[in-house]
């Protein structure tokens, strides 16, 4: 650092000699020479915190010259551990182990330490450096898949083939996987270690993934009679729902049956009511097994398409196994379909641990309760009531109790905060996220927080708050299991901008808190990928169209992130998006996320309650995102003193679509 030297004329004071002995003026004087250090000092570290986001930059662009100029400008730096391994990842394939060993003996643990050790690895298994792979291999370290088919390879070369029965439970995926796990496979199936049924399962996976060309590849490679040419794959893609209309498959051969039921997912995320004419047309001529579970593919499009009839569909699937998104779907189905009977059946029918989840807990209670068994849905019941979230709220207004908000904060001294703050790794989180890098930032936390307790987890949450970081204070307060502050969970920054917004729109500020809570995190300066902005995440687009309605002529681009703005903005889009949809808070929340004339395409076709509603939105980012704002809504009215509105009065019932009403524009 450069020292700056202050002249009593460079601070703006002359030295006058009848005032050069006044004690006062001494005292000024010290004080403006140090605050032009520390602004000099300030200036030092913001271009200390500039070169370093141009490292970046040099990185990112593969420019090892410019990050070698940067480097030393940067010695010390609190993030130095990541310039140095991007330095190293820079040049893998030529970097000294010896010095890759001593960094991660170094900053092991930390996440640019193991982004290393990833890429390190893969460059050595690349070059066939199997000695030192397993020097740095670390089993059971994330979740790699191309790590650990290398890990595979690595064994396989002390132990013999007997190492790739590790590989096989890899093979049951519907995605493509590296090249490095391809080559295990090669290997299991040439020595016959995956079978025919192997490759069966492998490609029903694939087809439900969507994945059509490892659909093609396995049904290609694949001996008679599961092997199918590419081009009969080919042709059914050329046109799914005509292809499985004709029906011209070899329908008595195992491969013929697989392309039948390929066209028949294919042709379904096109057009399940055609897909739906043509393949019961054929479809006898399949097996029990086979029938039943191209049933089962039609009628979780079906679902997901929102047909009224998709949980008919479901009862000819029968008992067929399903993936976990196809049980989720069809609960979905019987809940839109109004069949309790069903929704029960359904959960029952689930693995243990998704029918522990809370949804379907609370779906499977209330089917209970319209089925009779009411003493056993109340002690379900009761049992989600103390949770706090979505169906917590449900299951105690269906009881008739109220989810108790029960504040225990910790009150750290200032001596335990420094000492939490003075870590190296919560220096590293805090810079990270005052240079707008959220992601690295956040993963950076994951490992400072890993087995607190909730103590731990508040005092994190105190720190981050007072370090001005209230989306990472809300995350990690979030997490508690026992001890809980509610203050810290559903903060208020930005009050008076949010109250505002509100009268001026005559919008309810619990639900304008809830939205801004879950869209920014309370973060005014955030950008989504997608180019959303602010505390209320607006498009670009819709900030200009809001501007032209309310005929604001002094907007600007640049100030869709201004707090007073923003707000104001996302008030009146809201407010256009309930008036639009009944004035129904679920209806308008699902417009905000996902668009208006999608809110009112998802519509049923007969008057369903809200949260069966909720339940059944196709796009999981949206379905999710509503129960957050509606749970939110509900804790920020109790936190604001606001007059309660019970979570089924603002869910109510959501209604078919007018026949009358007319288009809606996208905004």
């Known amino acids: 650092m450069r020292r700056l030297r202050v002249r009593a004329r460079d601070s703006g004071i002359a030295p006058r000699a009848d005032l050069a002995d006044n ?122 898949t191309e790590i650990a088919c290398h890990a595979v390879h690595y064994r396989r070369t002390r132990e013999g083939d007997a190492a790739l029965a590790a590989a096989k439970p890899l093979w049951f995926t519907g995605r493509s996987l590296p090249d490095a796990c391809e080559a295990l496979f090669a290997a299991l199936l ?137 049980h989720a779907w069809r609960v979905r189905a019987a809940l839109r379909g109004q069949s309790w009977a069903d929704v029960r059946a359904a959960v029952e029918a689930m693995p243990a641990q998704q029918r522990d989840e809370p949804a379907w807990r609370y779906w499977r209670a209330r089917a209970l309760d319209a089925l009779g068994a009411k003493d056993e849905a109340r002690r379900m019941l009761s049992d989600l009531a103390r949770e706090y979230h979505f169906y917590g709220l449900l299951a105690a207004e269906a009881i008739g109790a109220e989810v108790p908000l029960v504040s225990q904060p910790v009150a750290p001294s200032d001596a335990v905060l420094a000492g939490f703050g003075a870590r190296a790794d919560v220096r590293r989180a805090v810079k990270l996220a005052q240079l707008d890098l959220r992601i690295e930032s956040a993963r950076e936390w994951a490992p400072i927080v890993r087995g607190f307790n909730d103590e ?51 919008t309810d500020v619990a639900l304008l808190f809830a939205i801004a809570r879950q869209e920014s995190r309370f973060s005014p300066d955030i950008v989504s990928s997608a180019g959303a902005q602010g505390l209320m995440q607006l498009m670009p687009a819709t900030a200009r169209w809001v501007a032209k309605q309310l005929g604001d002529a002094s907007f600007r681009p640049a100030r869709v992130t201004d707090v007073d703005l923003n707000t104001r903005f996302g008030a009146f889009y809201f407010r256009h998006c309930l008036e639009r949809l009944d004035n129904h808070p679920a209806l308008a929340a699902a417009a905000y996320n996902a668009g208006p004339a999608r809110a009112q395409a998802w519509r049923p076709a007969a008057s369903l309650e809200g949260a069966a509603w909720v339940e059944t939105i196709p796009f999981n980012e949206t379905r999710d995102y509503v129960k957050k704002v509606l749970a939110n809504a509900m804790f920020y009215t109790r936190t604001l003193g606001k007059p309660t509105v019970p979570l089924t009065t603002r869910l109510a019932i959501v209604t078919p679509r007018s026949p009358a009403a007319g288009a809606i524009a996208a905004n």
């Not at 020097?135 to 979740?143: M, N, P, Q, S, T």
């Not at 694949?222 to 011209?248: M, T």
Request: net charge positive; aromatic share 8%; proline share 5%.
């Open 456 to 506: 731990g987890l508040l005092v994190a949450a105190e720190y981050a708050r007072a370090q001005g970081l209230v989306d990472r204070a809300i995350n990690l307060a979030e997490r508690t299991s026992a001890r809980h502050d509610f203050a810290l969970r559903y903060q208020t920054p930005f009050r008076a901008e949010f109250e505002a917004a509100a009268r001026e729109h005559d």
């Open 23 to 144: 004690p006062s003026m001494k005292r000024i004087v010290r004080s403006l020479v140090l605050l032009a250090m520390v602004a000099s000092c300030v200036s030092v570290r913001a271009q200390s915190d500039a070169d370093f986001l141009a490292a970046r930059q040099a990185f990112e662009r593969g420019d090892a010259r410019r990050l070698d100029a940067l480097l030393p400008t940067l010695s010390g730096h609190v993030l130095e551990p990541y310039l140095l391994a991007w330095r190293f990842r820079l040049g893998l394939d030529a970097a000294d182990p010896a010095a890759v060993r001593a960094y991660l003996a170094r900053y092991g643990g930390t996440p640019p330490a193991e982004q290393l050790r990833a890429d390190w690895l893969k460059s050595l298994a690349a070059r066939g450096q199997w000695p030192l792979f397993g020097e740095y291999y670390v089993a059971g370290a994330g979740d790699d």
């Open 190 to 326: 040439a020595r016959g270690d995956l079978s025919l049924d192997d490759r069966r399962a492998r490609l029903r996976l694939a087809i439900e993934t969507g994945n059509g060309r490892l659909v093609q590849s396995i049904a290609a490679s694949s001996p008679a009679p599961l092997h199918v040419p590419e081009a009969e794959f080919v042709r059914v893609d050329r046109d799914p729902v005509g292809a499985l209309s004709r029906g011209q498959f070899a329908w008595k051969q195992l491969g013929g049956r697989e392309l039948a039921l390929y066209a028949l997912d294919r042709a379904a995320r096109r057009d399940v009511q055609a897909s739906r004419a043509a393949w019961v047309k054929w479809r006898a001529l399949l097996p029990d097994a086979d029938r039943a579970y191209g049933n089962a593919r039609l009628a979780f499009h079906a679902a997901r398409q929102l047909v009224p009839d998709a949980n008919l569909y479901f009862r000819e699937a029968g008992d067929t196994p399903l993936s976990e998104e196809g």
